[in-house]
């Protein structure tokens, strides 16, 4: 469903501070102690207590105050259209002079508010958290020196801007102060921020590391355009910093093209504090390095404040810049926190905030966005006029899917703060079936090498109804094929636990486990697996993609001409289960991009349910969160890779032989799909429930699919359920029904003929028109052989040499003797159908050939009944009878053509046969 509301669109002008007011400083005339800092935070809370307000965020590993100072017009409320915005200094103990900038900006902000009217406007239009020392224990061990070391690390020697956790690494000893900083991100709505070092002078900014992947590599953010807008407006404020200064540590002149730098191209630096913000929050960050000399002498601060204030003030005024406003529900009015803001063409979003407010910092320019959050209905594109100066104020307005109650809903991310082992993995399912008996199945469809169960829980709604057992299609999800890659783990994990707790709450939820018998593996290969610790503290060891055996189980199911024998223990559990449970539908978890995938993987012969694949495919694409944002969704590790819509077979991405989704796909007719939800195997435990969020509405859209197409029971004439095939003619490989009969084709709306097959029994067809959203139910009838032999009274032997005498005949007659024809000749003779007349008569097509799988080797001879009078549609049936005859008994004949018979006219006609 797709939901169609206005956004409001009002343009602000942003604030511009150009305020030059001369104050004298006796704050900037010396370096202050840290009695002295607590003394002059204090003493300005104290004389400005309604837009002062001090925070104790912390402590050093020396037991020092790590403080925080908040300066507001309302510092004790978050104010709408306020964004927060942050500066934080001494992150190095020996590099000073920022600690000293923040109390000066402290000191003049204070003095001049309701004075100086930009002032004034300032401080009610941001929320400014000053940091003046992050590092308190390395400043009290630093001395004056331009180039020295002494006082940079912490007390325990470590570097604090080498230790925040940065991709898929997380440092096995976060620091005290890092943590604190590391929360303190977490706890505000953060939009724009600056930390101060000392050391050159220059405005760095992310990456500050090339994330490397295999060959790829990526130094550039996916807001790099944004970044670098950023930078030049700190350099362009700063009367020297474009210009360059003379290093004295160097003896060189130091100088960066227009003041500014992409840190991972002026140096690497792994685990900094920069990349952490983007990485883990809504925050854009960039690094002031202020003076060559890190730590000069006191005089030099009245002239460091005098160059860096007016950049300070501009730098923090594009905070609003771009769009901001609120994502709200369209039913209560409230806000939505977590929604995504998605601005096309760039693959990163930031999520609104408390209130479902947003803050989207973008550069003067035309931009396609969107919002997005689970359990709502998705929200068209608009394109947005981002101005030179100021930003858009918009509202999303977004309206909850049908039976989708957030109200009553029950979260299921409780757990979501770690990598679950697999035997923490198996309890969980266990509890979890303890607590809904009445849902759930588990069982185990075999064991791994080292022995261990691989567990599926399967979800269902009640099995029996006042009618009898119920019936329900099958869907089937798989986690955890490569045990390097947990994160499908723990969103499938959550998706049971989701789907468990909302039954009977949500009506989505409810619908669905009525309607889908869902099979869940979490854990495919407990072996690779191997989570070892779950601390987020500690350094996470994950197991191996492949098995005990040393296999890419993802590359061991069989395929032709490979025989079963030497398959893994795994693979050849899920192959049983595969066959014995025959899925309708089904999509296996993988993280190394964001993409989907179907099959073929082994070669780039369009499946022939192509259309469907794409059709369903398009669902879950159009329902995540992430995927379909950008052609190139994973920029820093594989920058020149490329998926226009997300979606795409296998092997056009990349060729793979033995794969779970081409086996399922050919021996069980399972419409078998692979996801890529990460672009990151292991990404850090922080964004694990971002993963859950993205994955939810998509899967739950998924899952839902199985209910679109035909549906319906196979009998025969006596009421009998049969196990029969089902064709789609032209689109579909052969699927079966369950062994009562009962069946479920998923298809595209539109209109398709349909054959069904049963050993014993006279091939049945039907054209039939699937409906938009929902699935046609259509009941066949078989004859069998023996009762269609019955049944047909025209003829028992043929001999073309007598006639039997002239009659009228029905419709039902002309079936009839199409029937005889396949039962007498069943080796040369088929039936099917070219279509169907107004009246849903069909018109039978009886194709005589001893090769009917290579009939395009052979001239084909088209004989057609008449389309007005009933006469020539009784010769061709004459025709029909003779030639089958002779047919079947000219091996000459059956080696040079094959004879295709139409009888187009469905009126009662005269039918000449033969007999004795």
Not at 52 to 74: C, F, M, P
Not at 359 to 378: D, H, N, Q
Not at 537 to 546: A, D, E, P, V, Y
Not at 898 to 915: E, G
Request: charged share 20%; proline share 5%.
């Amino acid at each position: 469903m797709r939901c169609f509301l206005h956004s409001i669109f009002v343009i602000s002008v942003g604030i511009i501070l150009t305020s030059s007011k001369f104050v004298s400083y006796t704050e900037t005339a010396f370096y202050h102690s840290e009695i002295e800092l607590k003394r002059i935070l204090k003493r300005y809370q104290d004389d400005f207590p309604s837009i002062v307000k001090v925070h104790e965020l912390g402590k050093s590993v020396e037991n020092r105050t790590i403080w925080a100072v908040q300066i507001s017009d309302y510092p004790y409320q978050v104010e709408r259209n306020e964004p927060f915005v942050k500066l934080v200094a001494g992150i190095h103990g020996n590099e000073p002079i920022g600690r000293e900038l923040t109390i000066a900006l402290l000191q003049w902000l204070c003095e001049n508010y309701n004075v100086d009217k930009e002032v004034t406007a300032f401080v009610n239009n941001h929320n400014l958290w000053l940091i003046p020392n992050m590092n308190p224990d390395g400043f009290q061990s630093s001395k004056k020196a331009c180039c020295g070391s002494k006082g940079r690390e912490n007390a325990n020697g470590y570097d604090l801007n080498r230790n925040f956790p940065y991709s898929s690494r997380v440092s096995s000893r976060l620091q005290p102060e890092t943590k604190v900083l590391m929360k303190f991100i977490a706890d505000y709505p953060f939009v724009l921020s600056v930390a101060f070092h000392g050391g050159d002078l220059v405005v760095n900014y992310p990456f500050d590391k090339v994330y490397r992947n295999g060959k790829s590599t990526g130094a550039y953010a996916p807001d790099d355009l944004q970044f670098k807008y950023l930078s030049l407006i700190y350099a362009k404020n700063h009367p020297r910093m474009q210009q360059g200064e003379w290093d004295m540590c160097s003896s060189r002149r130091s100088h960066f093209k227009n003041g500014i730098t992409v840190g991972a191209l002026w140096y690497e630096v792994s685990g900094g504090m920069q990349d952490y913000n983007y990485f883990y929050s809504n925050c854009f960050e960039v690094t002031v390095e202020l003076n060559h000399c890190k730590y000069p002498d006191a005089q030099v601060l009245y002239h460091e404040w005098n160059r860096n204030r007016n950049a300070i003030i501009q730098y923090l005024s594009q905070s609003s810049n771009g769009i901001f406003g609120f994502v709200e529900d369209s039913k209560t009015g409230e806000g939505i926190v977590g929604a995504d803001i998605i601005v096309k063409g760039i693959p990163h979003n930031i999520k609104s905030t408390a209130g479902g407010q947003f803050f989207r910092i973008l550069t003067p320019g035309v931009y396609t966005v969107t919002a997005a959050a689970s359990g709502y209905c998705v929200l068209d594109e608009v394109s947005v006029n981002v101005p030179d100066t100021g930003g858009v104020s918009m509202n999303f307005v977004l309206s909850p899917l049908p039976g989708h109650s957030f109200s009553d809903e029950k979260q299921s991310d409780d757990h979501l703060s770690q990598y679950h082992t697999y035997e923490e993995v198996v309890e969980i399912l266990k509890d979890l079936h303890k607590k809904y008996k009445n849902l759930t199945r588990l069982y185990s469809i075999g064991t791994s090498v080292k022995g261990l169960d691989l567990w599926v829980i399967a979800l269902t709604g009640p099995i029996f109804s006042s009618s009898g057992p119920v019936h329900r299609p099958k869907v089937r999800l798989v986690g955890g094929m490569h045990g390097d890659e947990p994160v499908g783990v723990e969103v499938l994990l959550t998706f049971i636990k989701y789907i468990c707790s909302n039954y009977a709450v949500v009506k989505r939820v409810t619908r669905l486990l009525d309607t889908v018998d869902l099979h869940i593996i979490p854990i495919s290969n407990p072996d690779g697996h191997g989570v070892t610790s779950n601390q987020f503290l500690k350094t996470l060891q994950f197991g191996s993609r492949h098995n005990s055996n040393g296999k890419d189980l993802n590359r061991d199911f069989p395929f032709s001409p490979r025989s079963k024998e030497d398959m893994q223990p795994e693979t050849s559990a899920i192959a049983n289960w595969t066959l014995s449970q025959r899925f309708l539908l089904s999509a296996s978890f993988h993280s190394v991009t964001l993409v989907m995938v179907y099959p073929f993987d082994d070669v780039t012969t369009p499946a022939p349910d192509a259309s469907v694949f794409q059709y369903v495919g398009n669902v879950f694409v159009r329902n995540h969160l992430k995927m379909n944002l950008t052609k190139t969704p994973c920029p820093q590790l594989y920058p020149t890779e490329s998926f226009p819509n997300a979606l795409m077979s296998g092997a056009s991405w990349y060729r793979v032989k033995g794969s779970l989704q081409d086996f399922s796909y050919i021996n069980a007719g399972t419409l078998s799909f692979t996801v890529e939800i990460s672009c990151n195997k292991r990404p850090p435990l922080r964004q694990l429930k971002s993963f859950w969020y993205d994955n939810k509405p998509a899967l739950l859209a998924f899952v839902e699919m199985v209910n679109i197409g035909v549906k319906g029971r196979i009998f025969d004439r006596k009421g009998k359920s049969l196990f029969a095939e089902i064709v789609v003619v032209g689109i579909s490989t052969p699927t079966t029904s369950t062994p009562d009969g009962f069946y479920w084709k998923l298809l595209p709306p539109g209109k398709y003929q349909i054959i069904v097959s049963a050993t014993g029994y006279v091939n049945e067809s039907a054209d039939v028109e699937v409906p938009k959203g929902a699935a046609l139910k259509r009941d066949f009838y078989l004859c069998s052989i023996e009762q269609c032999t019955q049944e047909v009274k025209y003829y028992s032997t043929i001999n073309s040499g007598q006639k039997q005498a002239s009659q009228r005949h029905t419709y039902e007659d002309l079936l009839l003797v199409t029937r005889q024809l396949q039962t007498q000749f069943p080796k040369i003779v088929q039936i099917s159908s070219l279509g169907s007349s107004k009246g849903y008569r069909q018109m039978p097509v009886i194709s005589i050939s001893s090769r009917h799988n290579l009939t395009s080797f052979l001239p084909h001879i088209a004989i057609v009944g008449d389309v007005h009078s009933g006469v020539s549609t009784a010769t061709v049936l004459a025709l029909a009878v003779d030639f089958a005859k002779n047919y079947s008994q000219s091996s000459h004949l059956q080696q040079v053509f094959s004879i295709l018979i139409v009888c187009l006219n469905s009126k009662p006609f005269q039918l000449f046969l033969f007999s004795k």
